[in-house]
């Protein structure tokens, strides 16, 4: 089992940054690829960002290519998502979510391939 705690998540105005941070707990960090989604009320969940199991590949949605940046540092068994440059449309619930079947280079944008969520973090951006 792996436990996940989203947090940072807040009102910031269009054009501020955030910093969302997962805490898991449960496993080895380093033996799972972490992701972020995101979710607004009516739609489906959609990737964000996601980082291997070694912190060497990463992949973000084209949405938010250069103004987000995931990371991880497995001493601390924690997993970041520093937003820039944000806009209303970023305005959603954010989940971090943990993949276990990954081998160490491998990333993935699929939600459907990750085996546990966290309970979300509420960001809204103001205009």
């Known amino acids: 089992q792996v436990q996940l705690v989203e947090s940072g998540g807040g009102l910031v105005q269009a054009g501020g940054s955030l910093r969302l941070s997962c805490a898991a707990s449960?496993?080895?960090?380093?033996?799972?690829?972490m992701g972020w989604f995101r979710q607004v009320s009516g739609k489906e969940r959609e990737f964000v960002a996601a980082?291997?199991?070694?912190?060497?590949?990463?992949n973000y949605a084209d949405s938010v290519k250069g103004r987000f940046s995931i990371s991880r540092d497995n001493a601390r068994n924690t997993v970041y998502l520093q937003m820039n440059s944000l806009r209303p449309e970023d305005t959603a619930v954010y989940y971090c979510?943990?993949?276990?079947?990954?081998?160490?280079?491998?990333?993935?944008?699929?939600?459907?391939?990750?085996?546990?969520w966290g309970q979300g973090t509420q960001v809204t951006v103001s205009s």
């Open positions: 979510a943990a993949d276990i079947g990954k081998t160490s280079w491998a990333v993935s944008g699929n939600l459907y391939e990750y085996d546990y």
């Open positions: 449960g496993r080895t960090f380093s033996s799972y690829a």
């Open positions: 980082i291997s199991r070694n912190d060497g590949n990463k």
